[in-house]
């Protein structure tokens, strides 16, 4: 799947969508707004490196969980063509109240590296692209970390994307980036249709 660069740019693309960093920037800074502002760009850093770390071990780990459940490629591609669609809709169609009960303290790991970066949707497209590509690790940790960087510089500057685009205009990112896909889930699920009828 990876052995192009139009292969690396798709990826690249897909994970990032999942990841949603102009989608959470709200929560980001609903979390942090109880933290000191001397100690906020500190604890988001961090919070983004654990992301980082919890992505690379499941992109190397993810394969042997795979292979221990004995699935096929069809199967996780018709599966994750399927999530991607549901977590789509959910981009593009928000719940009423997103952001749950509010947050107390100084964030660790939870709420925002897992799952708000690392969160079970992209570790699942993780799985896929593995069991899709497993000849091809190093283009998909590259595409891992780009993606994870694009989504962290994002976060990073977070207050400014909300001074400059305000709710209305992360809404309209967001349900492009929805929309968006919605069209590499109907791809993904194709494909596995395909492969799936074809064997």
Do not use: C
């Amino acid at each position: 799947m990876l052995s192009t660069v139009v292969d690396l740019f798709s990826a690249i693309v897909t994970l990032f969508l999942i990841m949603d960093p102009i989608g959470n920037i709200p929560l980001f800074l609903s979390v942090l707004k109880t933290v000191a502002p001397e100690r906020r760009r500190v604890v988001l850093l961090r919070e983004i490196i654990i992301a980082y770390v919890v992505l690379l071990v499941f992109l190397f780990l993810g394969s042997y969980v795979l292979r221990f459940l004995g699935l096929e490629q069809e199967t996780i591609s018709i599966a994750g063509g399927i999530v991607l669609f549901l977590i789509a809709l959910r981009m593009i169609f928000p719940p009423d109240s997103p952001a749950g009960e509010p947050f107390e303290g100084e964030p660790f790991i939870v709420p925002l590296a897992i799952p708000l970066i690392a969160g079970p949707s992209t570790l699942a497209a993780l799985l896929l692209l593995q069991r899709t590509a497993p000849a091809h690790a190093v283009p998909l940790f590259l595409a891992v970390t780009i993606a994870w960087g694009l989504s962290g510089i994002i976060l990073l500057s977070s207050t400014f994307f909300y001074r400059v685009l305000r709710e209305r205009g992360l809404v309209a990112l967001e349900r492009l980036m929805g929309m968006l896909l919605v069209m590499v889930a109907v791809q993904m699920l194709l494909n596995g249709i395909k492969a799936f009828l074809a064997r």
